[in-house]
Nanobody
């Protein structure tokens, strides 16, 4: 069983940047497709970005395309979410998720994932 721990959240002004990290333990993430989701106050948890096992394929929520970049370092058992040009509407708790798979694809639905971290708060002030 893989355990996930997010870090890197915080308070930032609009237009600023943050890099979130998700450190995995218990299993190597090289056999896991990974994703980032977020949940704003009073909102449903939503897809942000996803990356395939090798890192060769990625996908993003439309509103973050061009601003957010997901990446992974399988040797460090860690994935990242670089967030630039942050907006107040990006404020949310950000969650890392993992899905063990033999496929080379990424996954964009909450139900696709069976391992989740505890989340890290990102607050963007206007």
């Amino acid at each position: 069983q893989v355990q996930l721990v997010e870090s890197g959240g915080g308070l930032v002004q609009a237009g600023g940047s943050l890099r979130l990290s998700c450190a995995a333990s218990g299993r190597t993430i090289s056999t896991y497709a990974m994703g980032w989701f977020r949940q704003g106050r009073g909102k449903e948890r939503e897809f942000v970005g996803a990356i395939s096992r090798s890192g060769g394929s990625t996908d993003y929520k439309d509103s973050v395309k061009g601003r957010f970049t997901i990446s992974r370092d399988n040797a460090k058992n860690t994935i990242y979410l670089q967030m630039n040009s942050l907006k107040p509407e990006d404020t949310a708790v950000y969650y890392c998720a993992a899905r063990n798979t033999l496929r080379s694809s990424y996954y964009t639905e909450r139900s696709d994932y069976n391992h989740w971290g505890q989340g890290t708060q990102v607050t963007v002030s206007s």
